[in-house]
């Protein structure tokens, strides 16, 4: 456990060195993201593709930063994100074996985030809609990742409540109900 230790606080260091030259730089590893609750009775309506299955944990959570490994189908990723401004934050997600993500889910997490993603095209625009298991039964979350805070979108009848700047309703919250 001690080396693990070491190691998150290694990320923590090489993360505020990369969220510093980040804001200097650019806003390639920006996120922009709204998110909504869902409305149940209007989703289960809607004709849904294949669903993705996604496992999540994280490996460091603070005020500052929250590091995340997540399991997507049969792909991992190891995704660092700082801290939120409104609907912005700075994101570096990187693709890592799955046998990996795997392993660190099991040895450094407590807890696990299971859910379904749909992918849906609404205008161009891609909704990922998320329908949390086990602990969190019954939540549903849809997200639309933008270019900018200004981008002009519809929003689907079935996005209820705008919670994306309600931090109960980020995933590293989420997870203490696991």
Not at 50 to 61: D, N, S, T, V
Not at 106 to 116: G, P, S, V
Request: aromatic share 10%.
């Amino acid at each position: 456990m001690e080396d693990f230790r070491i190691f998150s606080e290694r990320i923590l260091e090489h993360d505020c060195i990369l969220l510093s030259i980040h804001k200097e730089s650019s806003n390639l590893m920006k996120e922009i993201e709204y998110k909504y609750l869902v409305d149940k009775k209007k989703w289960n309506q809607v004709k849904k593709p294949k669903p993705q299955k996604i496992i999540q944990g994280f490996l460091c959570i603070s005020e500052e930063v929250v590091v995340r490994v997540r399991i997507i189908d049969q792909q991992g990723f190891l995704t660092v994100k700082g801290k939120s401004s409104g609907i912005e934050r700075s994101e570096f997600e990187y693709p890592i074996p799955v046998d990996e993500a795997k392993s660190m889910l099991e040895e450094f997490t407590q807890k696990q985030i299971i859910k379904n993603r749909f992918k849906i095209f609404i205008e161009d625009n891609l909704w990922e809609v998320d329908e949390f298991k086990g602990a969190l039964e019954g939540l549903i979350l849809a997200e639309l990742e933008v270019e900018n805070k200004e981008y002009k979108f519809t929003l689907p009848d079935w996005a209820a409540e705008d919670v994306s700047t309600n931090p109960d309703f980020f995933n590293a919250v989420l997870i203490e109900k696991c």
